[in-house]
């Protein structure tokens, strides 16, 4: 059973007078463990797609289901507390905090707080290996370093999926493809489902599928 799974997903936005197709009945699932690329040109729908899978945005038609469980109006904030983590380009860390603090913050949003979430927030930083620099700030990292956070915060609190918009992109080569490596071991030894949309080559090398989204639509 797909862990992650949108049915007959459209979307549509206006603007001005007219009324413009983003996504045009999309069919995609992904199961527990799997990696997926998701290609396509600017413009061709995949992150307002990705934002629709991460119950960011709703669909015009269709629906994701997440876990199990419907996505719907009420429920949105629980799902993306409950079982997604994200991954930006941008890394979105708070730069007041340090990196421990960052990922404990996010464990604090999804009802993780106290002794637990100081535990659960050091487990995933020296997952990525980043135990020794957990007391910094944001301006004192590197930019794969706080990559490295970023992921860690998406992994605190087991969230069974994983969504990263364009990871790499602020990365030069060589730290964006150990990034993208670490990121497939650790995704596959906890068993989550991961998602990323990419311009970037490297990262078919870590997915098990890339799919094209064009003009709105989807081809394997």
């Given at each position: 059973m797909a862990i992650l799974?949108?049915?007959s997903i459209e979307k549509q936005f206006t603007e001005g007078r007219e009324t413009v197709t983003v996504l045009k009945g999309i069919d995609f699932a992904v199961e527990r463990g799997e990696i997926v690329a998701?290609?396509?040109?600017?413009?061709s729908g995949k992150t307002?797609?990705?934002?629709?899978l991460g119950c960011i945005l709703t669909a015009s038609r269709g629906n994701v289901v997440v876990d199990g469980t419907p996505a719907e109006e009420k429920n949105l904030s629980e799902i993306r507390r409950r079982s997604l983590g994200f991954v930006f380009q941008q890394f979105n860390l708070f730069p007041a905090l340090t990196a421990l603090e960052n990922v404990e913050y996010a464990l604090?949003?999804?009802g993780v707080r106290g002794s637990g979430a100081g535990i659960e927030a050091k487990r995933v930083i020296d997952a990525v290996g980043l135990g020794d620099r957990q007391n910094?700030?944001?301006r004192d990292l590197s930019g794969g370093q706080k990559q490295r956070i970023a992921i860690a915060r998406a992994l605190a609190g087991k969230a069974p999926v994983l969504l990263a918009d364009e990871p790499t992109a602020n990365l030069d080569s060589a730290v964006g493809s150990d990034i993208l490596h670490?990121?497939?071991r650790l995704a596959k030894e906890e068993e989550r489902a991961l998602v990323i949309v990419t311009h970037d080559p490297k990262v078919?090398?870590?997915a098990d599928r890339v799919v094209q989204i064009r003009d709105g639509r989807?081809?394997?």
């Open positions: 799974e949108a049915r998701l290609e396509g040109p600017s413009g307002t797609f990705l934002s629709i604090n949003v999804k910094f700030l944001p670490m990121f497939r078919r090398a870590v989807l081809a394997a």
